[in-house]
């Protein structure tokens, strides 16, 4: 079936960057975008761009261009969100969702905590 | 800046219908902003009910809907049962690739 999992939890201080994965199963990987979208805690979702299926180009939200860069690996079926100038407003919950052509995610990756703090 | 705004908190007796609304800081949300609605409970993953307006996801119960009424995107639930109490999200594609979420509903029902 469909999958996407992502990497596990990671802690880092104010000014570092971080990496998540998020590998996909159960679909040809290369045929669909994929968005990353972000939850503060007790806050809303938050769209922060997107990648498309050939990996060759990104959109992100304005609020996070320059410190932000989504890359894909097709020998792994993996995509990859870079955050970077990290400060404690970035922690959240990050999640992958995949996007069959429907303009929305349908399928959710499990979420990736990450947490800034000095 | 694009907001996307939506009620914060509605309530809705069981068996009783609702109707969440998405709409935009300035102009009015149509198709082509391809609406989509997304629920979410605490500590989950979000799970996407309604793409493209009106399109039910995978799995996703008849009695959700989406429309659009008037200069707003819409979602309507009918025949609420307890375990519809979550939050709610639309998105809105707002062009040369980017998009916008909703501030977000807190469904109670009661």
């Known amino acids: 079936q469909v999958q996407l999992v992502q990497s596990g939890a990671e802690v880092k201080k104010p000014g570092a960057s971080v990496k998540i994965s998020c590998k996909a199963s159960g679909y040809t990987f290369t045929s669909l975008h994929m968005h990353w979208v972000r939850q503060a805690p007790g806050q809303g979702l938050e769209w922060m761009g997107q990648?498309?299926?050939?990996?060759?180009?990104?959109n992100y939200a304005q609020k996070f261009q320059g410190r932000v860069r989504m890359t894909r690996d097709m020998s792994t079926s993996t995509d990859y969100m870079e955050l970077s100038s990290l400060r404690s407003e970035d922690t959240a919950m990050y999640y992958c969702?995949?996007?069959?052509?429907?303009?929305?995610?349908?399928?959710w990756g499990q979420g990736t905590l990450v947490t800034v703090s000095s | 800046q694009t907001v996307v705004t939506q009620e914060p908190s509605l309530s809705v007796s069981p068996g009783g219908t609702v109707t969440l609304t998405c709409g935009l800081s300035s102009g009015s949300v149509s198709t082509t902003h391809y609406p989509s609605w997304y629920q979410q409970t605490p500590g989950q993953a979000p799970r996407t009910l309604i793409y493209s307006t009106n399109t039910r996801s995978s799995g996703v119960p008849d009695r959700f809907s989406g429309s659009i009424l008037g200069s707003k995107a819409a979602l309507t639930i009918a025949g609420a049962q307890a375990d519809d109490e979550s939050d709610y999200y639309c998105a809105l594609y707002m062009g040369r690739g980017t998009y916008v979420f909703g501030t977000g509903t807190k469904v109670t029902v009661l």
């Open positions: 990648i498309s299926p050939s990996g060759g180009k990104t």
């Open positions: 969702g995949r996007d069959s052509g429907t303009y929305s995610p349908d399928v």
